[in-house]
Each structure stands twice: as structure tokens, then as C-alpha cells.
């Protein structure tokens, strides 16, 4: 028989491991199926990579079926613990939604990633997949109680943990403020309290990055970052007492917030460089312009941001309808948005705020127009890209790439606005138009909405830039 | 330290499989483990031959050793970035498997992740294509196999 001469078989076994475990889980059990030595060798086995996810398994919404394949999952999690005792495990993930219900082999998961003291990355997921759904209209939150809790002995196992994610897992808080070797913390779904995030902030030293989603408390947040080491700071969805958001922390360059429209104190973070605000969950309107606007303008650092639909609706009603008072200093710029006529002032804001600005991203979709919306004066929205624009610095000077995504082309207003980057951006090098992936396959049934058509509009509108390419893909 | 001093003294000589001698500083040297266990085994004027290392993966390990040792961490990354890039699959597995064997250490870190990259997401006709793994499975055994881990195939393209 021939003996195979492919290139990972000749690595040796070791070196194998290493890349197996740089695999995602699924994708190192997929590895048994290259043939039959690999099949044999079960090297996958040896990854110290292991993902458990109850949502690899679960797909259905029937409620028998559902059982089937959540037994399917507890079965292959038995079945691998109880066959890999010996495993070295540096990255351990598990997804269960109602622990509870199996609480015994949940406790032996956590040992058999615990039990050799060697993991670096560990994350327990227990929340349940219905939540979001519940959640995901409503801006409040229904605060569940968390669903497990991180068993004693543990704690002593996890001394070397670098990366620690607890989703509605309950923890003793004064024993993982002794895991010093900590860089980065996420919590989600449960009550945690800004005590604990300052403590844990001020002794854990090695802590760069912290994420919050949907978590909730009863007090003011205030993060005061005192050994100036954190880095990056994700706040998804959370709720708080009163709605004072303040960070106060000097070496922070990254910063994602989604939720509602608080008011920001950041004047502590002169040295972010990225932001993601999402405020889509917002619901009101009024008399958020000034706020989101005095935000703002403590945010003169930002190198690369993105917005949602809801801050371009907002920000030209604060203390300046055209522009903020000082130039930022964005290159990236990513707007989400379905171009509505509400949208355009704040992208006309933008630009004439964004002097420098390199890079444009129009992420489409997420339409919604927030109740009571004003347009700042009266404007006539059909003409609107070619007589209430000017050519802006940053397109005379600066802005060489524009990127659209999830492009439909059904819509005029798109298309006109496209039409005025063409005509305007003079030093506009490359415009890349993506378009939606169900579109181009309604339109290979619909003729009428061929998208050739729209780009053969695009690539004869005059341009500005003589060494503008157009790409439609 | 003992590397230290010998820095100033002579090079270090090494002699590959297809016959080629190399004239590497100890500095250079003492980045691959095997070597300089072989160095403090033997004395360092001999010539040190390494059977399992031909002339052109050695020659891309001392420029990877070399180069990387630029000033700003930045700079570093676009070399590691740009050396990777301009190595064949052939040569990559070669190279991976003389890195493996001299034990250089940050090679060591750096290759795999380039190897788990080409790799991922990709179906597993791809990847035997991609790697030469002849798939030695009858149809049967093999759908046999995927059955029994079907949800580790949930989503991907096949092709």
C-alpha cells in the first residue's frame, strides 16, 4: 500500500496538536474525516481546544425534536470526558442552556477543564438561547437569577486564568479578585456590581479588557480604571440605576457600548482611538441631541468609529445643526443605516466634521425611524444630494475608499447618494458595492430589478477622481 | 553568559543534508534549541551537520532569525506577515518540519497559526486537495464517519 505523503501527516504528531488546537473545536473533529490514519490516530482528541456548545447540537424549535438533540449533545459531552480524562486543556468553553437540569455532569465538565490546573481561557455560558429573543424588543430587562454557580473548588484551579467569561454563572466575588493573572473578563447576564468591576480592575493588574453584556446593577456606573491598564471596554446591553455613565480610564483605546442613550462622562478617556455606539434600543428622542452631542465632544481622539441610524437622526439636534465645533479626527468612518431621508443630515454632519476621513463604510439595513423625529430645517429630501451638499474637505482631500454594504439598489435615495460621492469625492480611489446576497437572487428571477442596469447607471455618472475604480460584487 | 562571551569568538558552522556549509553567529545559533544543546555537547569549532535540514529551509530560518530582530514591534509583524506570504505550501511544510526539528521557538508559534489559518473553514474536500491527504475511505465508511459527528458539518460549504 502506498504510504500517504501529504503534508500534515508528515508533521510530527506535536507539532500536529499545536495546529489542531489553533482550530475551532468543530472544525479539529472534522480532522477524523481526512482519512483513514487520521481517523485512527484520533489527534483531535488531543486538542487543547474544547469547545462544548449545546447550539452546535440544538437547531430545532419543535419542542420533541428539540430533546433529541439536546440528549444528542449531553451524550457526546459524557462520552468525551469520560474517554479524555488525561486531556491537557488550555481553552475551555461550554454552552448549556438549564444547567440545572443536568447539574451533575455540568459540575464533572467543569472539573474535567479545571481538575489539571493548566487552563488559560475558560468560559461558562448558561444563559438560555430564549432570553435574546424576549430581549431583543423590549429595552428592559427581566433580570434572571444567574443559572449555576461556579463550584468551590475551583477557584484554586483557576489561579492562572487569563481569560475568564461567566454568563449567568454565579461567583464568590472576593475569590476571583485573587486571579491576578486575569487580562480579560466578560459577564454576562447577571447582576454585577460597579464595586466589584473597580476592584477587580485595581487587582487584577494584568486586566486589559472587560465586556459586559446584558448584565445589570443598582447603582450609578462609575469605572475608574486606577493602575490605568485597561484597554478596551465593551458594554452590551446593560442597565443601571440611574442613567450617568461614567469611565474614567487613561489608556482605554477601545470602547463599544450598545444600549440606551445614557449620559456619557468619558472626559477620563482622552486616548480612545475606536468606538461602537449603538443606541438602536433607544426608544425616545427628544432632548437627546445635546446629550449625544456633549459626548461627543469629549471624543476628539477617535481614529475609527461607528455609528448607528439612531446617532445620525440624533446628533444634528444638539448645541450645532451642521457639524461639531472642532474637527475630529476620524480616518474610518462606518455608518449603519437603511438611508432614510432622516438619516441624511447626520451623514452631512459627519462629513463636514470628519475633515480627515479616509474611509467610509455604509453598512445597510437596520431601518427604523425613532417617534417624533424632526428634521433640524426643512428639506426637500428627493433633491437632497444635489442641492443641499457641498463638496466637503474630507472629499476634496482625504476620502480615498467607500465601502457599501448589503446594497438592495431598489431604492432611488441610495443610488443618489452614491451618484454624489462619484461627483464629489476628488480623490475617491476605490468604491466597492456589495450587494445583499437574497438580492442577486431575486433579481436573477426579476429582470426589472437587474443589477446591472443600477451599475451601468454608477459607472456613467461623471466622476471626480480620475483613478476611481467602481467594483459591484 | 556563556552565549554572551562567545559573541565576538567564531562563528558557528553548519553543514545540511544536500552538503552546503553555513556560517551562522552564536547569537543566530542559540535561537534553535538543537543546536546549541549540540554546541554544549560538542566543542564549537566542529562542523555541525544536521541530516534532516536541507540548504534552503535553513537559509530561510537564519533570514526569518535575522529579520525579525527589527527594531519596532510593528516592523516586526509586517516582516513576520510578508515572510510567511512569500513561502509555498511545499515550502511551508518543509520549513515547518526543520523548525520543528532545530526547535526555533517563535517559528514554532508563528508557523502553526499560519497553517490554522489556511485551514479553517474550509470543507474537508478542500483541505484534502489543499494538503494531497489521499482519502483512503470507502463512500460507505467515510458517510459512516460523517454521521456519527454530523454536527461538526453543520454549515459548512461543501464543494
Known amino acids: 500500500m502506498a504510504v500517504s505523503l501529504d503534508m500534515l501527516s508528515l508533521l510530527p504528531d506535536p507539532l500536529l496538536i499545536i495546529i489542531i488546537s489553533l482550530l475551532p473545536f468543530k472544525e479539529a473533529i472534522r480532522t477524523s474525516v481526512f482519512s483513514k490514519s487520521w481517523c485512527n490516530n484520533k489527534l483531535f482528541k488531543l486538542t487543547t481546544n474544547i469547545e462544548f456548545n449545546e447550539l452546535f447540537f440544538v437547531k430545532s424549535y419543535q419542542p420533541s425534536i428539540k430533546h433529541l438533540q439536546r440528549k444528542a449533545f449531553l451524550d457526546f459531552i459524557t462520552f468525551w470526558i469520560d474517554n479524555n480524562k488525561e486531556s491537557i486543556i488550555e481553552k475551555f468553553s461550554l454552552k448549556l442552556s438549564m444547567p440545572n437540569n443536568v447539574s451533575e455532569l455540568t459540575e464533572k465538565c467543569i472539573a474535567f477543564a479545571t481538575h489539571k490546573g493548566g487552563v488559560k481561557h475558560l468560559e461558562l455560558d448558561f444563559s438560555d438561547p430564549k432570553w435574546v429573543e424576549y430581549n431583543n424588543v423590549a429595552p428592559y430587562h427581566k433580570f434572571h437569577e444567574p443559572m449555576f454557580a461556579l463550584p468551590k473548588h475551583v477557584y484554586d484551579e483557576l489561579k492562572g486564568i487569563q481569560i475568564l467569561k461567566l454568563y449567568s454563572c454565579r461567583f464568590v466575588e472576593k475569590d476571583l479578585l485573587n486571579f491576578h493573572a486575569l487580562k480579560e473578563v466578560s459577564f454576562g447576564w447577571m447582576e454585577v456590581s460597579i464595586f466589584l468591576i473597580n476592584s477587580l480592575i485595581s487587582n487584577c493588574k494584568m486586566l486589559e479588557s472587560l465586556s459586559l453584556k446584558r448584565c445589570w446593577n443598582f447603582s450609578e456606573f462609575y469605572l475608574r480604571d486606577r493602575n490605568q491598564k485597561l484597554k478596551k471596554l465593551v458594554v452590551d446591553n446593560c442597565s443601571f440605576q440611574y442613567e450617568l455613565f461614567r469611565v474614567v480610564a487613561p489608556n482605554l483605546k477601545f470602547f463599544k457600548y450598545s444600549g440606551m442613550m445614557s449620559y456619557f462622562d468619558i472626559k477620563g478617556c482622552p486616548q480612545v482611538e475606536v468606538a461602537d455606539l449603538d443606541f438602536s434600543t433607544e426608544f425616545g428622542f427628544g432632548g437627546k441631541g445635546y446629550r449625544l452631542y456633549n459626548f461627543m465632544e469629549d471624543f476628539y481622539s477617535l481614529k475609527v468609529l461607528t455609528v448607528c441610524s439612531y446617532f445620525l437622526q440624533v446628533i444634528p439636534h444638539g448645541s450645532d445643526m451642521l457639524r461639531m465645533e472642532r474637527n475630529f479626527n476620524i480616518r474610518h468612518l462606518t455608518i449603519k443605516t437603511q438611508l432614510n431621508k432622516s438619516d441624511y443630515r447626520g451623514i452631512v454632519f459627519m462629513l463636514r466634521s470628519c475633515p480627515m476621513l479616509q474611509c467610509l463604510t455604509i453598512q445597510l439595513g437596520c431601518a427604523r425611524i425613532w417617534p417624533n423625529y424632526a428634521q433640524p430645517f426643512a428639506s426637500a429630501p428627493k433633491n437632497f444630494w444635489t442641492e443641499n451638499v457641498r463638496i466637503y474637505e474630507c472629499l476634496k482631500s482625504s476620502l480615498e475608499v467607500l465601502e457599501v454594504k448589503g446594497f438592495q439598489g431598489f431604492d432611488k435615495s441610495e443610488i443618489r447618494m452614491l451618484a454624489y460621492f462619484i461627483q464629489s469625492g476628488k480623490v475617491l480611489k476605490k468604491m466597492t458595492i456589495n450587494m445583499e446576497k437574497d438580492i442577486i437572487l431575486s433579481c436573477n428571477r426579476n429582470l426589472d430589478l437587474n443589477p446591472r442596469k443600477f451599475a451601468e447607471f454608477l459607472l456613467k455618472v461623471p466622476r471626480a477622481s480620475t483613478d476611481l475604480e467602481i467594483t459591484i460584487c | ?159
Open chain 2, 1 to 159: 553568559m556563556a552565549e554572551k562571551a562567545s559573541e565576538s569568538s567564531n562563528s558557528i558552522s553548519l553543514n545540511t543534508v544536500d552538503g552546503k556549509i553555513f556560517k551562522v553567529s552564536p547569537t543566530i545559533a542559540n535561537q534553535m534549541q538543537t543546536i546549541q544543546s549540540l554546541i554544549k555537547a560538542y566543542d564549537s569549532s566542529r562542523v555541525i551537520s544536521l541530516p534532516h535540514v536541507n540548504a534552503f529551509h535553513l537559509s530561510k530560518i537564519i533570514e526569518y532569525l535575522e529579520g525579525k530582530s527589527a527594531t519596532t514591534v510593528s516592523a516586526v509583524k509586517e516582516f513576520e506577515a510578508q515572510f510567511m506570504k512569500d513561502l509555498s505550501l511545499k515550502q511551508l511544510k518543509g520549513l515547518l518540519i526543520a523548525v520543528g526539528y532545530l526547535k526555533v521557538n517563535e517559528l514554532l508559534e508563528l508557523m502553526p497559526k499560519t497553517v490554522a489559518k489556511l485551514i479553517e473553514n474550509k470543507s474537508v474536500e478542500f483541505l484534502r486537495k489543499f494538503f494531497g491527504i489521499v482519502n483512503d475511505f470507502t463512500p460507505s465508511e467515510e458517510a459512516k464517519i460523517r454521521e456519527e459527528i454530523a454536527w461538526a458539518f453543520d454549515g459548512v460549504d461543501e464543494d
